[in-house]
């Protein structure tokens, strides 16, 4: 993800931001800056990511000056609260903020290109159309290759081509430049017509929408299944249940990682009624608490598995170690 963004100073002197409470502020500065957030200024920012930037913890209690407030200090009601005021565009967990390309726009296609793998990523909405309308009427349209090569596409919920199709898209603005051509990246016809090739764009998208293939979970429901013998749970191949783990996966750590992690919080957890409940996909694979509880669980792997009672680990995963686990669960359940 790109590391660097704009951000107009004069939001300091801004009548609007200097009403915000310090949680709204800071969650704003998070919108414009948090790496969850593609360089077009969309990306999947649920409030509970919020809610563990701020420290907002449900209580009434501000998280910044540690004073009663009312629930308006939750990032629910805060993201609610940017929406109504037109700031943002937002649909469930998908966030627009709607001016960002006003103050970050790419400085030329080729630019633009390196942003589009990372804004294909992004889900189908109608909220893109809003963007667009909003868009064409701060920028006028311009400039085309930015509205032809990503605005537009979005809005016609084409996500899975804007790699494809870009340089097709824009041809009428930009070439390719030389020696920038990359896998997935198709070089526009010289000889075909503006037509020809508006009919070769949809075909391609038709064929692409025909082959899509959904992803592979194997591995994501693997790890719901270790975690389902471990701890005595019946998680589901679910959306819900898949979701942490998969992005998990998707950010470079094995199964083998998310595994690890879920045999030290069993050892850790499994027995305590006030932290087995804990034991959930969505609480172990969160992002923010994942990497620390992975080199958690890697020094303990290192010390050969301890149990609580400072013991050999029940854990062990494979041979008489797995009976002999499963055997301590049942004594565990019986004495509850």
Request: aromatic share 10%; with cysteine; glycine share 6%.
């Amino acid at each position: 993800m790109a590391r660097y963004r704009k951000i107009d100073t004069r939001m300091w002197g801004d009548e609007r931001f200097a009403s915000f409470s310090a949680t709204q502020k800071l969650a704003w500065i998070a919108l414009l800056t948090h790496p969850t957030m593609t360089p077009m200024g969309a990306g999947i920012f649920p409030a509970r990511l919020l809610d563990a930037m701020i420290g907002y913890d449900g209580s009434c209690i501000c998280p910044i000056c540690f004073e009663e407030s009312d629930l308006r200090g939750c990032s629910e009601a805060i993201l609610d609260g940017f929406k109504e005021g037109s700031l943002i565009l937002r649909d469930n967990d998908l966030v627009i903020v709607k001016n960002f390309l006003v103050y970050n726009r790419p400085d030329n296609p080729n630019q633009l290109s390196g942003w589009i793998e990372w804004c294909e990523e992004l889900p189908r909405s109608s909220i893109f159309s809003a963007l667009r309308d909003h868009l064409e009427s701060v920028l006028d349209g311009k400039p085309e290759w930015l509205f032809a090569g990503l605005i537009y596409p979005l809005a016609e919920q084409r996500n899975r081509t804007l790699k494809s199709c870009y340089w097709d898209r824009i041809s009428e603005f930009s070439k390719m430049p030389s020696g920038r051509i990359k896998e997935g990246i198709k070089e526009p016809s010289k000889k075909a017509s503006k037509m020809v090739r508006s009919n070769q764009e949809q075909e391609q998208e038709q064929e692409q929408e025909q082959e899509d293939i959904s992803p592979d979970f194997s591995e994501t429901d693997s790890v719901i299944d270790h975690l389902n013998a471990k701890a005595s749970t019946a998680f589901r191949h679910s959306e819900a249940s898949r979701k942490n783990i998969h992005a998990r996966l998707e950010d470079g750590f094995a199964a083998t990682d998310c595994i690890l992690v879920i045999d030290f919080k069993v050892c850790e957890w499994l027995g305590d009624a006030e932290w087995e409940k804990y034991l959930t996909p969505e609480t172990l694979f969160r992002p923010t608490k994942f990497e620390n509880n992975l080199n958690a669980a890697r020094r303990w792997d290192e010390k050969g598995r301890p149990s609580k009672n400072g013991n050999a680990s029940l854990l062990t995963v494979g041979g008489q170690d797995g009976d002999v686990y499963e055997r301590e669960f049942q004594k565990r359940k019986e004495a509850r």
